[in-house]
């Protein structure tokens, strides 16, 4: 849930609505930059924070990490090359997202996944995440490896996002896992 208001036309009281409206657990996916908003995250009432590989240093994502861990949150560490997964792999948190879309250039290949996903250990969880639009992106990602999927913008051009959400998972052969 993005609750940035400037940017992503989000707010606070969005995440509180999303944590209402389902038992699902919900991630807040601003760019988190400082350690107040993790802490700020958990009073929102977010179960997971997204931390960028590449827009923060290690000593920041390690702190951040230690943070939200200790508030019992899940915490997805999202990658985009080798280098960044790397440097993932030294922190403690299983879920590495590997984004699909280059921040940089804004330029979204599903290749990044294939290419990444074999270097993550088995211990790990993978979540694809950006680009995926069909059953056949979510087979070709299930068959890289990924078995989570962070999917936002091709559902939210949709007019019925459940439908499309189920169209997506069913034809993809994946299944929606609850954290319980």
Known sequence: ??????????????????RSACELPVIRKDFMVDPYQVVESRALGADCILLIIGALSDAELSNMEDIALGYGMDVLLEVHDEAELERALKLKSPLVGIN??????????????????????????????????????????VAAGAKRF???????KRPDVEMATRVLLVGGGARLEAKG
């Open 1 to 18: 849930m993005l609750t940035d208001q400037k940017f992503f036309q989000g707010s606070d009281g969005d995440l509180g609505e999303a």
């Open 100 to 141: 699909n879309r280059d921040l940089r250039v804004m330029k979204t290949d599903l290749g990044t996944t294939e290419r990444l996903a074999p270097m993550i250990p088995a211990d790990r969880q993978i979540v694809c995440e950006s680009g995926i639009d069909s059953p056949v992106d979510i087979k070709r990602m």
């Open 150 to 156: 962070l999917i936002g913008e091709s559902l939210m």
